[in-house]
Each structure stands twice: as C-alpha cells, then as structure tokens.
C-alpha cells in the first residue's frame, strides 16, 4: 500500500499518535506525517504510507490555512488551554484595535519558535526538554502571514482564519497578538483547513477507519504534489534518470528548480531538479524496477 490519506485528526491526539494508529490498522512501518498538528488542534493531517514517505517534505513545505478561536486576558506557559496558566486579567476587546493590530501581523516578519515544539535541539524536540524542566533561547526566523480575516469578535474571544507559510506556529502568532494589545492570549481551539490544495472536505475519521476504507481513501503520490511543476521524459531519458545519470532538457519546456518527473506514457517516476544549463538529476524516486 503506497499513497497519502488525508485524515482529520482528533483534538487530544498527537501527530505521531496517529501514525502510530494507522501503523496498526495496516499493519506497516513505513508511515509518516506530513506537518506536525498540535495535539490540541483538529484538522487536515495527510499521512503519507509506503513509498509516499519520500515525498512527505514536498507536501509539508506547501501553505497552511487555520481556523483559532482566541481568549485574551490569559497568557499559558504553552500558548494554549493544556498548559499552566501565567497571567489572567479580565480584559474586553475592541473590534477596531484588533482589526488593527491583525493587519500588523499581515506578510512577512520575525517570530520565535515557542518552546512546546517539535523543533529539535540535539537530536530532541523541544517539548522534550521543558519536561525536563530545561529551556533554550530560540532565535527568531522569518514566516509570512499571507491572510488575516476576522470571523467573530465579542466579549473576550475571537475567532480568525489565517493562511501562512510553512513553519508558522499559530500558538506564537495568538501570543504576539496579544502583547500587541497590551494583554495576554491564549489559542481555546485550533484546526487547520488546508494544506496546500488539500481541504477539509473529504478527510478520513481514523478513529472508526479500517484497511478496506484506507484502500478505498489513499490518494496517488502526484496528487498533493501538483504545485510543482511537471516535466515528461522519453524511455531512454527515464532509464537514465533512473540509473543516477544526469538527462540534458534543452530545448524543451522553461523550467527550473524542482520538478515532477513522469514517464512517456505519464507514469510518475518521482522528484527531480533542472539546474541553470536545463540538466534534469534525480532527488526522490519512487522503486519501481518495471519503469
């Protein structure tokens, strides 16, 4: 079984917890996740099984899109409701100011990774070490908030949508807001609605699926790798690739970069590069002597 299910994982659930699962209901190894969920969060979570696996960091680099519903007035040691609570105040927020310090938050800008990650340091997340009770100053990096739309405002709670880069963790994004307005704030409940093309619509229950409804619900490798680019090489320049040799693209299509590589026939071989002199060399490819 080779391919990526699309499952809405359950809130108290790990990622890695969901591997696990599937591991069991279809009893094979090779099973990952494609971007880590909160355990808090619901949501889009693809799996990827078999030969997917070598594709997993081509689908996780791809945008996000979250729905947060947010209480200000209350700051926790991990960003959300599951931890321990640093700061409360009442507080009663005002549409305008927070209409006007979301759009602060609008493109690109620096934002430090929070210690409840899975961000590793010496070869274990960082999560790992606060239990320890060990702490680790993070340096800032750039992420890019591409939309910000505010769907629910009363009281103390908001709730908003965001669509980001990679490597955006909404739980600091919720924090940073809330500094901006001169309070603490806290994510009460987090889902992500997208991950590249791939919806909310049509995703996988894995607490009640079995192996006949993974079948049925696997979706081929090419499919969550649509944003990139596709070339199609004759049988000759398939076996090269194949065999580690290097194909020569001129003259054919204006591409550079990461590629999608299919056969003659449109038979998906894996991922490649095109470099600067149009030389197509191989990066992930999928085991399949028959090509």
Same mark, same amino acid.
Not at 8 to 28: H, M, N, T
Not at 42 to 49: D, K, Q, S
Not at 88 to 95: A, D, V
Not at 116 to 137: H, M
């Given at each position: 079984?080779?391919?990526?299910?699309?499952?809405?994982?359950?809130?108290?659930?790990?990622?890695?917890?969901?591997?696990?699962?599937?591991?069991?209901?279809?009893?094979?190894?090779?099973?990952?996740?494609? =971007?880590?969920?909160?355990?808090?969060?619901?949501?889009?979570?693809?799996?990827?099984?078999? !030969?997917?696996?070598?594709? &997993?960091?081509?689908?996780?680099?791809?945008?996000?899109?979250?729905?947060?519903?947010?209480?200000?007035? @209350?700051?926790?040691?991990? %960003?959300?409701? !599951?931890?321990?609570?640093?700061?409360?105040?009442?507080?009663? @927020?005002? *549409?305008?100011?927070?209409?006007?310090?979301?759009? *602060?938050?609008?493109?690109?800008?620096?934002?430090?990774?929070?210690?409840?990650?899975?961000?590793?340091?010496? %070869?274990?997340?960082?999560?790992?070490?606060?239990?320890?009770?060990?702490?680790?100053?993070?340096?800032?990096?750039?992420?890019?908030?591409?939309?910000?739309?505010?769907?629910?405002?009363?009281?103390?709670?908001?709730?908003?949508?965001?669509?980001?880069?990679?490597?955006?963790?909404?739980?600091?994004?919720?924090?940073?807001?809330?500094?901006?307005?001169?309070?603490?704030?806290?994510?009460?409940?987090?889902?992500?609605?997208?991950?590249? +093309?791939?919806?909310?619509?049509?995703?996988?229950?894995?607490?009640?699926?079995?192996?006949? !409804?993974?079948?049925?619900?696997?979706?081929?490798?090419?499919?969550?790798?649509?944003?990139?680019? !596709?070339?199609?090489? +004759?049988?000759?320049?398939?076996?090269?690739?194949?065999?580690?040799?290097?194909? +020569?693209?001129?003259?054919?299509? +204006?591409?550079?970069?990461?590629?999608?590589?299919?056969?003659?026939?449109?038979?998906?071989? =894996?991922?490649? &590069?095109?470099?600067?002199?149009?030389?197509?060399?191989a990066k992930r490819l999928l085991s399949n002597p028959s090509i």
């Open positions: 079984m080779n391919g990526f299910l699309l499952i809405d994982k359950p809130s108290g659930r790990s990622s890695a917890s969901c591997v696990y699962s599937l591991r069991k209901i279809l009893k094979i190894k090779k099973i990952g996740h494609c =971007g880590t969920l909160d355990p808090l969060a619901t949501g889009v979570l693809p799996l990827c099984i078999g !030969e997917a696996t070598k594709f &997993s960091n081509y689908v996780s680099d791809q945008s996000k899109e979250y729905e947060v519903e947010i209480l200000f007035g @209350l700051q926790t040691s991990t %960003g959300d409701l !599951e931890g321990e609570e640093i700061y409360k105040k009442p507080f009663k @927020l005002s *549409k305008k100011a927070l209409m006007k310090s979301l759009k *602060k938050f609008q493109g690109a800008h620096q934002q430090v990774p929070p210690m409840f990650s899975a961000i590793k340091y010496k %070869g274990k997340p960082l999560y790992a070490w606060v239990r320890k009770g060990v702490y680790f100053s993070r340096q800032s990096r750039e992420v890019r908030i591409f939309n910000i739309e505010l769907l629910f405002c009363q009281g103390d709670k908001a709730k908003i949508r965001v669509s980001c880069s990679k490597g955006t963790y909404i739980r600091a994004l919720i924090e940073d807001l809330g500094e901006d307005l001169s309070t603490g704030a806290t994510v009460i409940d987090l889902r992500r609605t997208r991950v590249g +093309d791939v919806t909310k619509d049509n995703l996988v229950d894995l607490e009640s699926v079995d192996i006949e !409804e993974c079948r049925k619900a696997l979706v081929p490798y090419d499919t969550l790798l649509r944003h990139i680019p !596709e070339i199609h090489l +004759d049988k000759i320049d398939t076996k090269k690739i194949r065999n580690g040799q290097l194909v +020569d693209y001129n003259a054919r299509q +204006d591409i550079k970069g990461i590629v999608r590589i299919y056969a003659d026939k449109g038979l998906f071989v =894996g991922i490649g &590069s095109i470099d600067s002199s149009n030389i197509v060399s």
